[in-house]
């Protein structure tokens, strides 16, 4: 069993940057392949970013290419999301995943879930 705990969330305005992190409770954290997902009041939980368990590749939604790149240091467990040029539309709950098959999109494909960080972007 693996324990995710996000962080970093906030208000920011349009064009900022923010940096979520989640943290993982156990070492064997890098074992597995990671993603962020984030849901928007009243849609339904999509596919942001996802990292293979090497970390050496990566995955992104086409809303978030070019600004958005996830990472992760298996020295501290945890697993980040660097988020650039920030959008009104990216406001949402950002969620960390882990345990999918890499590059997933079906956020029912992994087993371990944060509860969530609040982004909320500002015009």
């Known amino acids: 069993q693996v324990q995710l705990v996000e962080s970093g969330g906030g208000l920011v305005q349009a064009g900022e940057s923010l940096r979520l992190s989640c943290a993982a409770s156990?070492?064997?954290?890098?074992?597995?392949?990671c993603a962020w997902f984030r849901q928007a009041p009243g849609k339904e939980r999509e596919f942001v970013a996802a990292?293979?368990?090497?970390?050496?590749?990566?995955v992104y939604a086409d809303s978030v290419k070019g600004r958005f790149i996830i990472s992760r240091d298996d020295a501290k467990n945890t697993l980040y999301l660097q988020m650039n040029s920030l959008k009104p539309e990216d406001t949402a709950v950002y969620s960390c995943a882990a345990g999918g098959a890499f590059g997933s999109e079906d956020s029912y494909d992994y087993d371990y879930w944060g509860q969530g960080t609040q982004v909320t972007v500002s015009s």
């Open positions: 156990r070492r064997t954290f890098s074992n597995y392949h």
């Open positions: 990292i293979s368990w090497s970390g050496r590749s990566t």
